[in-house]
């Protein structure tokens, strides 16, 4: 948690605002599907290389789905990493800060399964944004997750 709390503070108001700027973007893009930010195939049916990348991400990618579309960015830390947890609880208040007044929230419920699992979902008009944090023992990795998702085009 020193960690990102040294980082929020050593980037100041700019990294903050470019982090809103984003968002702003992905939600605008997904009223398109995220069509401007798709790139090209990568492996699975539906998925995108992202031509747009949060500061940081391990990776980023579209999904094109014919009703939802999702843009995701991931962060892979070590097992259990504390800076895993503050990077959490970083973009949970980056987000807050961002769109938290115009959104309805929601924190997730627990799933079933032994390794620890939390997010926090925030609906808007246009879209639907979600930060997590995911502990997979099995891959030795801790994530966390910034995910954008089109609402349905039914």
Known sequence: MTWVLAFLTTTGVAQAQDFCTDLQVLMDQS?????????????????????????????????????????????????????????FDGFVRKVDDCIGRQATVHSDQS?????????RRYEMEQAEVSVSVKDKGALGSTFVFVRVQSKSSN
């Not at 747009?52 to 991931?74: D, F, H, I, N, Q």
């Not at 799933?111 to 997010?119: C, G, K």
Request: charged share 20%.
């Open 31 to 87: 009223r398109a599907q995220f069509a401007e930010i798709a790139g090209k195939p990568s492996g699975n049916a539906g998925d995108h290389e992202a031509t747009l990348t949060l500061t940081g991400a391990s990776y980023c990618t579209v999904t094109k789905k014919s009703k939802r579309s999702t843009y995701l960015c991931g962060w892979e830390f070590p097992h259990r990493a504390e800076h895993a947890y503050g990077t």
């Open 111 to 119: 799933v079933n399964h032994p390794d620890y699992y939390a997010s």
